[in-house]
């Protein structure tokens, strides 16, 4: 699957992990998308709910057992957008 093909899909419920970020100590975290919005992903994992955001960072998914990473530039739209326009 390539990465535009993710870009337009739905994000919530598929595994992330953050590659790369402004941020750095962001950079590393994992865990499942629960929420997204414009500019952020909320990320549930090690008992806890971290939101990120998109613009500048980096993102791999887990799609179909396969890795597909993922600019944040590419994805910041508002979900309902993002399915049609990203790519």
């Given at each position: 699957?390539?990465?535009?093909?993710?870009?337009?899909?739905?994000l919530i419920?598929?595994?992330?992990?953050v590659t790369?970020?402004?941020?750095?100590?962001?950079?590393?975290?994992?865990?499942?998308?629960?929420?997204?919005?414009?500019?952020?992903?909320?990320?549930?994992?090690?008992?806890?709910?971290?939101?990120?955001?998109?613009?500048?960072?980096?993102?791999?998914?887990?799609?179909?057992?396969?890795?597909?990473?993922?600019?944040?530039?590419?994805i910041a739209?508002?979900?309902?957008?993002?399915?049609?326009?990203?790519?």
């Amino acid at each position: 699957m390539d990465s535009r093909q993710v870009a337009r899909r739905e994000l919530i419920g598929l595994k992330v992990r953050v590659t790369g970020h402004p941020d750095p100590t962001v950079a590393g975290a994992a865990g499942l998308v629960v929420d997204e919005t414009m500019n952020t992903l909320s990320v549930e994992g090690g008992g806890k709910t971290r939101r990120f955001q998109k613009k500048g960072g980096t993102f791999e998914f887990l799609v179909d057992g396969q890795a597909v990473s993922l600019s944040g530039n590419d994805i910041a739209f508002r979900p309902e957008d993002r399915t049609k326009k990203a790519g």
